[in-house]
């Protein structure tokens, strides 16, 4: 039988937080890769960019028309 997350059997002397751990690793480099992916193509780029610009216009819209200063 196969294990769905590729960890290993576990044994008497495994620690559950450990494997925990060890995964949440995995899977940040998982993460950091794709963004840096992301990053390297000029079209991801551009559109994480556009993305951020917008999202900051928001808001600033937001707390201008709302009178928060």
């Given amino acids: 039988?196969?294990?769905p997350d590729n960890s290993p059997p576990p044994s008497k002397d495994d620690w559950q937080g450990f494997?925990?751990?060890d995964r949440a690793i995995a899977e940040n480099r998982m993460t950091a890769y794709s963004w840096r992916k992301a990053w390297a193509d000029p079209w991801s780029r551009a559109g994480l960019i556009l993305f951020a610009v917008l999202f900051i216009a928001f808001v600033i819209f937001v707390v201008i028309y709302d009178g928060l200063l």
């Fill in 1 to 3: 039988m196969t294990n």
């Fill in 19 to 21: 494997r925990e751990i």
